[in-house]
Nanobody, 121 residues
Framework: QVQLVESGGGLVQAGGSLRLSCTAS????????MGWYRQAPGKQREVVAD???????NYADSVKGRFTISRDNAKNTVYLQMNSLKPEDTAVYYC???????????????WGQGTQVTVSS
């Protein structure tokens, strides 16, 4: 079994910062791309940022310059540093990972359970 567990969400005032963490655990051989998605009430889930095993990153236009994604491959952990938060960043944030499990030859995609981020104005 594989689990992705997020932490670090909460309530913050506009202009503030939060740091999300997500750790993958279980029978993992390797993790390729890891990313963060978010879903606001009444909206579709959207990608926020992702990062390859080698460290290449992509960001949604709405968060460029404010959010930074990073990872620690030794700890199977991905981070999302969120600065200059805006009320429109309010959403449930989900961790996502493409990984290969021990004993398997193909890649599978996994999701975390989500963590709530609320930005008050």
């Amino acid at each position: 079994q594989v689990q992705l567990v997020e932490s670090g969400g909460g309530l913050v005032q506009a202009g503030g910062s939060l740091r999300l963490s997500c750790t993958a655990s279980g029978s993992i051989f390797s993790i390729n791309t890891m990313g963060w998605y978010r879903q606001a009430p009444g909206k579709q889930r959207e990608v926020v940022a992702d990062i390859t095993r080698g460290g290449s990153t992509n960001y949604a236009d709405s968060v460029k310059g404010r959010f930074t994604i990073s990872r620690d491959n030794a700890k199977n952990t991905v981070y999302l540093q969120m600065n200059s938060l805006k009320p429109e960043d309010t959403a449930v944030y989900y961790c996502n990972a493409d990984l290969i499990r021990l004993g398997y030859a193909r890649e599978y995609n996994y999701w975390g359970q989500g963590t709530q981020v609320t930005v008050s104005s």
